[in-house]
């Protein structure tokens, strides 16, 4: 296994367009194995190479049920963001729901799946953004709150949300005092936001 994700952390798959018929059939026959490094490896190499089906898209949305690292978890809701030019035309908000639901979901989890719907879902953009931001003030993981920020930069979220529910996205995090890296990462914001 420790060869196995040598070989996708090292490899330039995206350069080798000889084997990419091979990569796409692997990625599309994949079974789950009990690593979950490995997992989202293949998860992340199917997002590098854009392979996208409606197959993957069902298999994905059951893996998130499983009781696995929430890393994993989020390498499958960042692949279906980014590759959103073919899943939004499938993507339903409600087959996240009961994943949001669990218990055992972590907040940076649940802040993911409502940024997804977020980009995905025209509709209830603002009870969407009102439990983000209650979910923000819960959670004591910097790295949802860096992880929400860049999103909402990176995919310009900002364009459907009201600066004034971006400001009190800034104060949440501010009221946190996570140190340098989500300091910084607020400067970036503001400035983005030109604020």
């Not at 080798?16 to 194995?33: G, M, P, R, V």
């Not at 197959?55 to 499958?76: A, G, N, P, T």
């Not at 990176?154 to 996570?178: A, G």
């Amino acid at each position: 296994m420790s060869k196995r994700i040598e070989f996708l952390e090292d490899y330039d798959f995206e350069s080798d367009k000889t084997n990419y018929i091979y990569f796409k059939n692997f990625i599309l026959n994949f079974e789950l194995t009990n690593n979950d490094w490995y997992n989202s490896l293949i998860i992340e190499l199917a997002d590098r190479l854009e392979i996208v089906d409606n197959v993957l898209y069902d298999r994905y949305l059951e893996y998130l049920s499983h009781r696995r690292h929430y890393l994993f978890k989020l390498s499958i809701l960042d692949y279906f963001i980014n590759n959103h030019s073919f899943y939004y035309k499938i993507y339903k908000a409600d087959d996240f729901k009961s994943i949001y639901d669990m218990k055992s979901t972590k907040y940076i989890v649940k802040n993911q799946i409502i940024v997804n719907n977020l980009f995905f879902i025209q509709q209830d953009r603002d009870a969407q953004i009102e439990e983000l931001l209650i979910n923000m003030e819960k959670t004591t993981d910097y790295r949802s709150h860096i992880r929400v920020i860049n999103y909402i930069m990176n995919f310009e979220l900002d364009n459907f949300i009201d600066i004034k529910k971006l400001r009190d996205l800034i104060t949440i995090t501010l009221s946190k005092k996570f140190g340098r890296a989500v300091d910084l990462k607020l400067i970036e914001f503001k400035d983005y936001l030109q604020i």
